[in-house]
């Protein structure tokens, strides 16, 4: 096998030249440039198997370079260094495809290892593709899966470690394993052998929530005997995951911002304040967004929280990690009861990628879980699965009227094709706006008559009928094809017309 080739692009010959000596004794065959224009040529005559590449190039912007290479070749893997590391740049060099990213000054050895696991996984990858992609970053359930968006989290998570980034929103469902996001930034950044400590801040009492954070002096209250740490004290220099955010106290909002400007607090019955340093992860999966705008929730700390957010997908939107999860979950579960199960029936994979897993992780967990405990045998079989994964999605839906379409009959027997509810879910007001459009075609648009197919007043339709912005539109002129749902004054991009089935 030739010897992997590797392209050095940055302008400091002291870096550069330490980089190469050090690939070249392990075995790499290894090219210097100093300029953006001079990596550009050597990148196209002496074809690298891996670049690293400086943020801060004399004539070019790395990450620009970045893009260009990776339009040659997408397949390519890139180490971004740079002197000034900021979070911006690493989240924006990830998004790119860099597949990692080291500050100056950077430890060679941590260089050369980088090097050798990218060379290994692109030689791999050449050959064939590995099927799971697990990071070992506790001795709790860890983040598993190989698809894009999963991909993309790993990249941001290494992002928000690496630069030390002090706040991280933290988005999704509930069971999705957010928290699982927090430890993994935790792990992998220079805080990780200072505490993490996580505070779900729905669970505690709002009577009690400052003194659970900020701690007390002796006397501050009638049973305060004797001095008490905080949570925020209690992990200075490490992490603190402030998970539910949403359900945090406005008058603790006010008091956490000024944590994050100040970096200081006073203890509940103190007089002078304490200084703590500390990473705040926060989480939620409430709509933030729209609680500052009902004022449940600051805009300011919205803001200073957003400052990276990592959206983590339901798992019905990676339904491909599902196999890799599942052989996960067996290996952990064999360790913890002392079970032998070498993996999951064929026909199991199937039920479990065929449903929509509400639940998320938290429920698939939960799910593999119980059938190993009814399991007498070395294989996970369907046999032993919960009802709901046992039911295909598609197998539930209304009978399809042809291949791609499915037909939905109401309780007075008016029918309707072109229907289908996608497995990430619809809105609902999307579908609202459609029924209308139906009911009103029934009715050859007779408002009485289309609220009486839609079992509503005649007020209630014509207030929703304002407020999606539907006109009245007469329908026994026209003919099947030009039958319309409806008929909208702005009508959105994206809008499904439906025929009827008897058309």
Request: aromatic content about 8%; some cysteine; proline content about 4%.
């Amino acid at each position: 096998m030739s010897k992997a080739k590797i392209l050095i692009a940055d302008d400091e010959h002291l870096i550069s030249s330490m980089l190469a000596l050090n690939l070249e004794k392990v075995g790499y065959v290894v090219e210097t440039a100093a300029s953006g224009e001079e990596a550009l040529q050597k990148f196209y005559d002496f074809k690298p198997d891996l670049v690293i590449l400086d943020l801060h190039l004399p004539d070019a912007y790395g990450l620009d370079l970045l893009v260009t290479m990776r339009g040659a070749d997408d397949s390519l893997p890139f180490i971004v260094i740079t002197a000034n590391i900021m979070a911006d740049s690493a989240v924006n060099a990830f998004k790119l495809g860099a597949v990692n990213f080291f500050g100056k000054p950077f430890e060679m050895d941590e260089i050369v290892l980088s090097v050798a696991k990218y060379i290994k996984d692109k030689q791999i990858e050449d050959v064939e593709p590995s099927p799971t992609v697990r990071r070992n970053v506790s001795t709790q359930d860890q983040m598993i899966g190989n698809s894009p968006k999963m991909v993309e989290i790993s990249k941001l998570v290494y992002a928000c470690a690496s630069t030390d980034a002090r706040t991280v929103l933290v988005t999704g469902e509930s069971g999705t394993g957010k928290g699982l996001v927090a430890q993994a930034i935790h792990q992998y950044s220079a805080r990780s052998n200072a505490p993490f400590i996580a505070v779900n801040c729905a669970a505690i009492p709002e009577s009690l929530i400052e003194n659970e954070l900020f701690g007390h002096d002796r006397g501050a209250y009638t049973d305060a005997g004797k001095k008490q740490k905080g949570i925020f004290e209690q992990a200075n220099g490490g992490t603190v995951f402030l998970d539910e955010i949403g359900d945090m106290p406005l008058s603790m909002q006010t008091k956490l911002l000024n944590i994050l400007e100040t970096k200081r607090f006073r203890r509940l019955g103190g007089e002078a304040d304490v200084e703590t340093d500390v990473r705040i992860i926060a989480a939620t999966n409430q709509d933030l967004v729209k609680m500052v705008a009902d004022g449940r929730f600051r805009g300011d700390l919205y803001y200073r929280l957003n400052m990276i957010n990592i959206r983590v997908p339901a798992l019905r939107k990676r339904l491909e990690d599902i196999p890799a999860m599942v052989q996960y979950f067996i290996e952990r579960l064999n360790a913890e009861y002392g079970r032998r199960i070498i993996k999951a029936s064929t026909d199991a994979l199937e039920k479990l990628q065929a449903y929509s897993w509400p639940g998320n992780v938290r429920e698939l967990r939960n799910v593999i879980e119980r059938a190993m405990m009814l399991e007498k045998g070395n294989m996970l079989t369907h046999f032993h699965l919960c009802e709901e994964p046992k039911k295909d999605r598609l197998a539930t839906s209304p009978e399809p009227q042809s291949s791609d379409q499915t037909v939905l009959t109401t309780d007075n027997g008016h029918r309707f094709a072109g229907f289908q509810l996608p497995p990430e879910g619809i809105s609902f007001e999307e579908v609202e706006k459609q029924l209308i459009g139906l009911a009103l075609e029934s009715a050859s648009g007779n408002q009485s008559k289309a609220a009486k197919i839609l079992k509503m007043s005649r007020d209630t339709l014509r207030y929703r009928m304002k407020k999606y912005g539907i006109s009245e539109f007469m329908y026994q002129d026209l003919d099947c094809e030009q039958k319309v749902a409806v008929q909208m004054k702005s009508k959105p991009e994206g809008y499904t017309v439906f025929k009827w089935a008897s058309c």
